[in-house]
């Protein structure tokens, strides 16, 4: 379910061939199309996310694992590691078992308990499945793994709003089109589960339809769902998004951000200080942004960002009590990282943070956790151990005019 290279098999691939399941994504859709393939580096880590421990020190969960021999399964865990004002302790594991789960997404509700969810190969017949667990901000268990999302689902990503959560994942795959010719996901849906985990409704926001790689982000009533649209005969998607209400269990109406996103290039986050959530995203060479509403109306737009990062977050800058304004940070592929500032109607770009370092950033998951000096450690990847880059962000060059 992630773009990938057609590689080294991550799971029984042969077997998985023969029944046609949708996991055979993870491993075919190339990370550059149309590119000489490349060590895919999601193959020893995937996917990364932060909740807030009981002492407030942030955990960061990350999916990883030793390097596999060519032609064999991945072989992920789900590792924690905290940090506090720029101190990374040293990362244990936490969820331990045969072949890969990941990549894992995590979300955390107001009473402070933490959703844990990401696909499992573990247990899955030769395929997949979506998993998840909850549990107390200490990490003792509520509703621990492995409890089912959904049979043979895929490509889970989990919000929260306020004492409820909501994982949006896919299911299915069709062959043909998209990346490489290697198809696209089947349905996009969610499923809402209280604080302890008990699941209360289950959404289709895009039925048995050429519709995948959902990501969401939760608000103050609402949480947003965006995801990819399969486009005939093109080689980008339609960028869609649509506001979930996790206390009645139903969905606003689909609206397109973008007719022609990068296919998995795109990211959302709630704006706490605006009530607006953002979108980034990039379309051929160039980024883009949307300001969304909590029913999903469009408010702003930026079509001048520079081009964005594969699976890479958004970090939201921490504002003062009546700030009526917002900045966000996320990856650019040269290197840096781009601010955007927000108000409730309005985006403007505000230029690249540069640490001095002209290395890209890898595409398999990142972070970005703000110190008390308002500092930024952007974690990320380096093999399958986690790195970090400090971001000074008081000096952002190449701001524009750019406004939406």
Not at 45 to 69: C, E, V
Not at 75 to 87: E, I, K, L, P, T
Not at 154 to 165: E, I, L, P, Q
Not at 320 to 328: I, S
Request: hydrophobic share 40%.
């Amino acid at each position: 379910m992630r773009p990938a290279r057609p590689a080294a098999p991550r799971r029984g691939l042969a077997h998985r061939a023969a029944l046609g399941l949708a996991v055979l994504v993870t491993v075919l859709v190339p990370l550059v199309a149309g590119h000489a393939a490349a060590p895919d580096p999601r193959r020893e880590a995937h996917g990364m996310a932060t909740a807030r421990d009981a002492d407030g020190k942030t955990l960061i969960f990350y999916s990883a694992g030793r390097r596999p021999a060519p032609g064999s399964s991945w072989h992920h865990d789900v590792v924690v590691a905290r940090w506090h004002d720029g101190v990374l302790e040293k990362p244990t594991p936490f969820i331990v078992r045969e072949e890969a789960q990941e990549p894992v997404s995590v979300a955390q509700a107001a009473s402070g308990n933490i959703l844990v969810t990401f696909e499992d190969g573990w247990d899955a017949n030769g395929s997949v499945t979506q998993r998840y667990g909850v549990y107390r901000n200490t990490l003792e268990e509520v509703a621990p793994y492995p409890r089912e999302v959904k049979r043979g689902g895929h490509s889970g990503h989990a919000a929260a709003v306020g004492d409820r959560f909501v994982v949006v994942y896919s299911d299915e795959w069709i062959h043909g089109g998209g990346v490489d010719d290697l198809g696209s996901g089947f349905g996009v849906y969610a499923a809402v589960y209280d604080a302890k985990g008990e699941q209360q409704h289950t959404v289709a926001l895009a039925d048995a339809r050429r519709e995948w790689w959902p990501v969401i982000a939760g608000g103050g009533e609402t949480a947003m769902a965006v995801w990819q649209r399969f486009v005939p005969g093109t080689r980008q998607a339609a960028l869609v998004a649509a506001p979930i209400d996790p206390v009645s269990g139903k969905a606003g109406g689909a609206v397109v951000l973008h007719p022609a996103v990068n296919y998995y290039t795109y990211h959302v986050a709630w704006l706490p200080a605006i009530e607006r959530f953002l979108v980034v995203g990039t379309a051929g060479p160039r980024g883009f942004a949307r300001l969304l509403d909590g029913q999903g109306k469009v408010q702003a737009e930026l079509d001048c960002l520079p081009p964005s990062v594969r699976e890479a977050s958004i970090a939201v800058a921490p504002t003062a009590d009546g700030d009526r304004g917002a900045v966000a940070f996320t990856p650019v592929q040269g290197g840096g990282l781009m601010a955007i500032q927000a108000s409730p109607q309005a985006l403007r770009a505000a230029g690249t943070l540069d640490d001095g370092r002209r290395e890209p950033w890898p595409p398999n998951g990142g972070v970005g956790l703000f110190t008390q000096r308002g500092e930024i450690d952007w974690f990320y990847f380096m093999g399958s151990d986690l790195a970090s880059r400090r971001f000074a962000p008081s000096a952002p060059r190449g701001a524009t005019t750019c406004r939406g």
